[in-house]
């Protein structure tokens, strides 16, 4: 009787859903749209132009000049707007698009659907993976939506797209994913591990979210494929959240260090972060973490990536004191984590030994009045001393007398930086690190291939 019961409830329901709809207008499509739609941005950005045209990154597309004067009253000379998409991932305003849309921008504005308009603060973007995290400051709430995850996907599933093609904003497509996996060649670089779909992705839609049935996001719309037809690429969103959750590391942006290493682990229906290593001398190694340990909560912040973790710690005065809660053996323990300052004591000699027979370049920092005279965006760098011939710098083209203002996956880089990246235990399996270095007017960037180097 009670089997009976459930199946006229449901009955009753399905006849009074489809009496409201009758023509079954209300789709899955329809109801993903309307609850991813409102977390979706319209990113502008300006640029100081010194020559060439505005168009020549990575994914130029030869006709995006003539769409963009369609919507757009000439500029100044001197100065462009670009045009891309980006979507917020958490109530504190941080939006997650690509390197491309917001390279060498003087200023970030972005737009919602609802009309509000915020200017943007770039916390940090990867040229190789073409990654970029925005944040909005303003005490306002914002719409955002949860991230899903890439590690289930399948050929032919639907998605749908949403973004600012041709200053079109807030545009909605649909279609499938055509393939996975998918390496794309854009002019010196190669991406690898793109979503490749045929719903409509065009100039403009970069930055902004593929969405899934269900209306999670998946993947982070990245590139069109230039003199073809439906044919576009995101970058899953299992990667995307990890390269955000460097980029947002309150090592590189507020010179705090905690100390927790570890990856996530991302399956169909579960999602967790999964320490490797806590040195003793460390916040993490203090606190008593190990590897090993599942990090389920910090500060009260529910913790399923790597990206939570910066995210729960991002405003945290040193020295304070956070519930760090881990599974351990079957157990819930509760650790107390407080982060200490990135330390700033004075580099090891052998440092200099280290960054001449990896990189190439002895360094020296630059006193603030001296780079002040720079009159560049940048809060500092390293004076190039010296650069050994053939050496990976030496093959970048990097000159004695350039300031190396950024390298990896720091805007501003330091000596202790420097360190880091030199002492790392998979330097040698990294192919390359890229670097930003100021020379007169121009910045400039390149990748160091540290395969290449020297004894």
């Known amino acids: 009787m009670l089997r009976g019961c459930i199946v006229l409830g449901a009955f009753l329901v399905a006849t009074a859903a489809l009496a409201d709809d009758p023509f079954l207008r209300r789709t899955a499509a329809v109801e993903a749209v309307q609850s991813a739609g409102p977390a979706v941005v319209n990113v502008t950005t300006e640029r100081i132009l010194r020559q060439g045209s505005p168009f020549r990154g990575p994914f130029a597309d030869p006709f995006f000049d003539r769409f963009f004067q369609d919507f757009f009253e000439p500029h100044a000379q001197g100065s462009v707007e670009n045009l891309g998409s980006g979507v917020l991932i958490d109530a504190a305003g941080h939006v997650l698009t690509n390197e491309h849309v917001v ?37 306002e709430k914002l719409p955002w939506i949860k991230p899903g995850t890439s590690s289930d996907l399948m050929v032919g599933e639907p998605v749908i797209a949403i973004g600012n093609p041709f200053g079109l904003s807030h545009t909605v497509t649909t279609g499938v994913i055509s393939a996975l996996e998918r390496s794309i060649r854009a002019e010196d670089r190669v991406y690898h591990g793109f979503i ?30 230039n003199g073809a037809q439906g044919i576009g690429f995101a970058i899953p969103i299992d990667e995307a959240l990890e390269i955000a959750a460097r980029l947002m590391s309150t090592e590189r942006l507020e010179q705090t260090s905690h100390g927790i290493v570890g990856k996530t682990v991302c399956e169909p229906n579960r999602r967790q972060f999964v320490v490797s290593t806590a040195r003793d001398s460390s916040p993490a190694g203090r606190a008593g973490l190990k590897s090993g340990d599942v990090i389920t909560a910090i500060g009260g912040h529910k913790v399923e990536r790597s990206l939570d973790i910066e995210l729960a710690l991002l405003g945290q005065p040193v020295g304070s004191e956070l519930e760090v809660e881990v599974h351990r053996n079957g157990q819930t323990l509760p650790l107390q984590l407080a982060l200490s300052p990135l330390s700033r004591t004075t580099p090891k000699p052998a440092l200099a030994d280290r960054s001449w027979t990896t990189l190439g370049l002895r360094l020296a920092v630059m006193d603030a009045a001296e780079f002040n ?50 002492d790392r235990d998979d330097l040698t399996k990294l192919d390359s690190v890229v670097f930003y270095i100021v020379r007169g007017s121009d910045t400039l960037f390149g990748h160091l291939r540290l395969a290449q180097r020297t004894p």
């Open 103 to 139: 390279a060498r921008a003087t200023r970030i504005q972005v737009s919602f659907a609802d009309g509000r308009e915020f200017d943007a603060t770039l916390l940090g973007a990867d040229p190789n993976t073409d990654v970029a995290v925005l944040s909005i400051d303003t005490q």
């Open 373 to 422: 005279r720079l009159g560049t965006r940048y809060r500092g760098g390293l004076t190039v001393l010296e650069v050994r011939p053939n050496s990976p710098a030496a093959i970048q083209g990097i000159r004695r007398g350039d300031v190396l203002v950024g390298m990896h996956v720091w805007e501003t880089v330091s000596l202790e930086n420097i360190a880091y990246i030199l």
């Open 196 to 225: 490749q779909t045929d719903a409509s992705i065009n100039p403009g839609n970069s930055g902004g979210p593929l969405l899934n049935a269900e209306g999670k996001l998946i993947g982070i719309n990245t590139a069109v494929y």
